[in-house]
């Protein structure tokens, strides 16, 4: 076992000829991720201010949001190991895709946040049961010279649906918001149940269009065993990511920043408007940039651009921290913030799964990218839980100067983590 992860030529993944990047298996994950954040990141614009008229405060967000990251992310390790071993890969996909519109349901029923909670449980499962397999299907349908601009064209795609669903989102609830005879809730609830639409079709489109390349189960494979025999430097890259994820706060606490900042002036209805536009912009940075990020960084190297990224991540919590202890609620210093926080997004999103790529051998890439998953989602949701714990309880400016400072230690140890060969 060691042997076979620890090669570098392993790392490679030689399983023969390919098509060219962009084929049928990277254009249909990237229509399938496009329907699919269609349909939960409407849910993520308008959550913040569906929260807000159901009168719960910044915690419930932050446990929310951090409790769904969680299971997301150990559901990412347990999937990784279970497609190695046995080889499905593409069902269990499917289902995970599945299970987000399922989710939605369960938020558009709700009177109060134990429903919240469960529907983004739910959704986030099937984020954590798809996520690692969907990439390690994407990175075997390319040669490893091209993987980061398929990966910069898969997030492209994906960031589409997250910038035209939340856009119609938006548009449909103040639309909505404006018939008569109805509680402030129920424009959020509409918008809620149609945006499962395009979840359904998201199962559809990966179902007929995804073919697995790899499906050759590994019956012998041991999970701990696996685990304990990742390579060294995998390892210490996963300490970075995690000390970097830890502040990695989730951004609907940055839809709800700018939702407060806003309030004052507008009202809570036109705030999460024009907050959820501003999630938007973020998006249609990302869309932008996803796959020039991704060209760039396979001339000049992935983990450099990584940590240029992260950097990124760490002035985007200093930038949310000034606006409130400035009390600006200028449109265009807000904008700045989500256009910081897209740049960054791209990069990271991009490249951390082709960084474990280059790392781990093809025949526990699954395991890899999973484990990738799982630190990065337990530590969004300490950041996400603690970072809005301490915003209701002492201020949001301590909560995202801390978040600021944990990210920039792990830009730190990323970069210390690079030069160790």
Request: proline residues 4%; glycine residues 12%; neutral net charge.
């Amino acid at each position: 076992m060691q042997t076979s992860v620890d090669t570098p030529a392993a790392a490679t993944g030689s399983q023969g000829p390919r098509q060219g990047w962009l084929n049928r298996t990277v254009g249909g994950a990237g229509i399938t991720s496009a329907l699919g954040d269609f349909c939960y990141e409407t849910t993520t614009v308008i959550l913040p201010g569906f929260l807000a008229v159901l009168g719960l405060p910044p915690a419930v967000l932050g446990t929310i949001e951090g409790t769904a990251d969680a299971v997301a992310s150990f559901t990412k390790m347990i999937s990784g190991y279970l497609a190695d071993k046995l080889g499905h890969r593409k069902l269990l996909v499917v289902v995970g895709y599945g299970l987000t519109p399922i989710g939605q349901m369960l938020i558009a029923l709700a009177a109060g946040w134990p429903l919240v909670l469960w529907g983004r449980i739910v959704s986030w499962f099937g984020k954590g049961l798809r996520g690692p397999l969907r990439d390690a299907i994407v990175i075997q349908a390319v040669q490893p010279g091209t993987r980061g601009r398929a990966f910069g064209f898969h997030r492209a795609m994906d960031t589409v649906g997250a910038v035209l669903g939340p856009m119609l989102g938006v548009a449909l609830l103040g639309w909505v918001q404006g018939w008569n005879g109805h509680d402030g809730s129920f424009a959020f609830r509409v918008v809620l149940w149609l945006s499962i639409i395009p979840g359904v079709l998201a199962v559809i489109a990966f179902f007929t269009l995804v073919h697995d390349p790899e499906h050759s189960p590994n019956p012998r494979l041991r999970f701990f065993h696996t685990l304990r025999w990742l390579p060294l430097r995998f390892k210490r890259y996963l300490a970075a990511v995690g000390l970097f994820g830890i502040g990695d706060f989730s951004h609907s606490l940055l839809i709800l920043a700018a939702t407060h900042l806003l309030t004052g002036s507008t009202g809570v209805v036109h705030a999460a408007q024009v907050a959820g536009l501003l999630y938007v912009w973020r998006n249609v940075v990302q869309v932008m940039v996803s796959f020039p990020i991704g060209v760039l960084a396979d001339r000049v190297g992935h983990i450099p651009t990584l940590i240029a990224g992260y950097v990124l991540g760490a002035l985007t919590a200093v930038l949310t921290a000034t606006a409130f202890a400035l009390h600006i609620d200028s449109i265009v210093f807000l904008g700045l913030i989500f256009l910081v926080a897209g740049l960054y997004t791209a990069v990271q999103e991009a490249l951390e799964s082709t960084v474990t790529a280059e790392m781990v051998s093809h025949e526990v890439l699954a395991t890899a990218v999973g484990a990738l998953g799982t630190v990065n989602g337990a530590a969004k949701f300490i950041s996400s839980a603690v970072v809005g714990i301490l915003w209701t309880a002492i201020s949001p400016v301590f909560s995202f100067g801390l978040a600021a400072a944990l990210m920039a230690v792990g830009t730190v140890v990323l970069r210390q983590a690079a030069e160790i060969e």
